[in-house]
């Protein structure tokens, strides 16, 4: 069984190199029957990770055939495909291997914000060399060495080119919209990452790709790349996880079922289970923690590390001797379903 395929919609600049590419229905493990179909159409699809620019006399063939064996919604995108005035490409990924091209990093990231793989289920290694840094606007993406002659040209046309970013990832709303869910500012989910069904982003809210939310949660704080929140957690405003990517090295931070992280806390080590973090509380691999019993005594000093992935833990600052404590949790972080409910 072959990894992946998709048909792609996208853009290139004038030197015929890809930006970026849209996979309306990307499939992830797809039956051997419909590769036969499509290595039949592209004879340039042997083997190996391929992504092959497709033309209208390809793709109108490989319609009728995909229809007759009963892929409908392949077939209807093939039509339509066949039909764009924007670059087509077929990509086909027999194995998780590391990317080689522009189109296979996009299929990835699709894979990912449509939840058929989680985060850390795809080989991402490599892929910044392979998405170029663009001009994101309302008129899609523009390759920068091109973009003052593209504002210039919208200009003399009586229009308005707004660059809503320039970055090397999209906004993921401009390419999936998951189901269930509620995202107040859509600029700041990117692609690529998992925003589980029942989760809600509030506007100060960010998730990064590879990264996400396992179901019901509230996320007003940052959730790095790398990071999964568990179901029923709720992320203060201003609050940030430490993902792979900003300093946290090979430690995998996560966020387990029903935890509060309070406004501007931060973690930097993973949590299990019906945790809080306190308001304003940073808690970095090496932070000094007095374990204290249930009768408020200390009991030993520990670094934050040596309480990573345990459940039922209360991170919170003495008031008066500014030291971090932690306790058991007995509270229970229960989301307020009418508040958060998506449907």
Known sequence: MSFAFGIGIGTKNQQQEWLEVFYQHPVYQPEAKLLALVRNAFSELESGNQAVSAEANQLQPLAD???????????????????????????LLETDATASS????????HLISHRFVKPHGLKL?????????VAWTNEGAVDLRELSQAQLQARVSG????????????????????????????SRVRLGAYVGE???????????????????SMIEGRVSAGVMIGEGSDLGGGCSTMGTLSGGGNIIISVGKNCLLGANAGIGIPLAD???????LYLTAGTK???????????????ARDLAGQSDLLFRRNSESGAVECRSNKTAIALNDALHANN
Do not use: W
Request: aromatic residues 6%; negative net charge.
């Open 125 to 133: 290694d490599g892929i910044f060399a392979l998405l170029p840094n």
């Open 159 to 186: 229009r308005l080119l707004e660059v809503k970013s320039v970055d090397k990832f999209p906004q993921m709303t401009d390419y999936v919209v998951p189901s269930g869910v509620r995202i107040a500012d859509t």
């Open 198 to 216: 029942g989760t809600t982003v509030m506007h100060e809210g960010f998730i990064n790709f590879n990264a996400g939310t396992e179901g019901k």
């Open 289 to 303: 923690v007095q374990l204290l019993d249930d009768q408020g005594e200390l009991v030993k000093v520990v670094k």
């Open 274 to 280: 019906r945790c809080t973090v306190e308001a304003g």
């Open 65 to 91: 055939e995909l229809r007759k064996a009963g892929y409908e919604e392949q077939a209807q995108l093939a039509d339509l495909a066949s039909e764009s005035i924007r670059p087509v490409v077929v990509t």
């Open 102 to 109: 522009t189109p296979e990093v996009y299929l990835k990231l």
